[in-house]
């Protein structure tokens, strides 16, 4: 065998030794408590790695989580969205009911003497083309609406009447301010009896007063008499707005009324009893 062959394998021999020697050294314990050289070699070299195993597995653990959280939290937000819109829905149908019914109440008291039968509506439509003509009512036929009946609103003062057509669960109401409109009327104070006829506007006048008639004064109120057979006696209709000369009609005196009920706040009416013979 050559020298250089038997040299290597020597020395490869005396390596392998070293090796295990080394190798048992770093392994023999050093005392309570204390690492051997080997195992804080492999901690070293392995703690990198499984610091980044273990920040990995939480990450995917955490995003899978947080994934799933997102996704009930969107599905609650949907629920908790559409239960407001719901709720919302419902307070104001509540409101409205509430309304309604603090509305008719103060109809019951307002026109107590016919408590008993009247018969309380809303307004659910006006005369687009002329909002101070007509409007219409939820209350038909099926309800007790006839035709010529006194309609008035929440504070008991005159509205108008009922007209054809009157269906089944509506109902059209000529109003008091409707030039076609005549309302007989007398003064609470003077006892000026006129008519009162519409103009198609938020103001009347008061017909057939005659010039050589004395009294009636701005402000003073005016009231149905119930001859007309339409519009049962004593209920409110308005107050004099002026009082002017007219040379076109000198024989007649030129009184301006205005309605005591408001457009703006015509919501909730009454339909009154119908007066005898008001239906011919």
Known sequence: MPLWDRRRNILLLAGLVLF?????????????????????????????????????????????????????????????????????QESRFLQDRLELYRAESQIRESLERFREELIPARVIGIDSANPFRSLVLDKGSLDGVKRNMAVCDKFGNLVGRTIDPVSLREAMVQLITDQESRVNVISVTDRLVGSVTGRSSPVCDLRYVLASTTGGTVGEALE????????????????????????????FRKILVQPYFQFNTLDAVAVLPQVQGADK
Do not use: C, M
């Open 20 to 88: 295990h020697v080394v190798l048992i050294s770093i392994q023999v314990p050093r005392g309570q408590g204390r690492k051997s050289l080997f195992e804080k070699s492999v901690f070293f070299v392995f703690s990198p790695i499984q610091r980044a195993a273990v920040g990995t597995v939480r990450g995917v653990r955490s995003f899978w989580l947080n994934y799933f959280d997102l996704r009930g939290v969107r599905q609650e937000n949907r629920e908790l969205k559409d239960s407001l819109f719901f709720l919302r």
């Open 224 to 251: 149905t008499t119930g001859h007309d057979r339409i519009y049962p006696a004593g209920l409110p209709v308005g107050r004099i707005a002026a009082i002017q000369k007219d040379p076109s009609l000198p024989l």
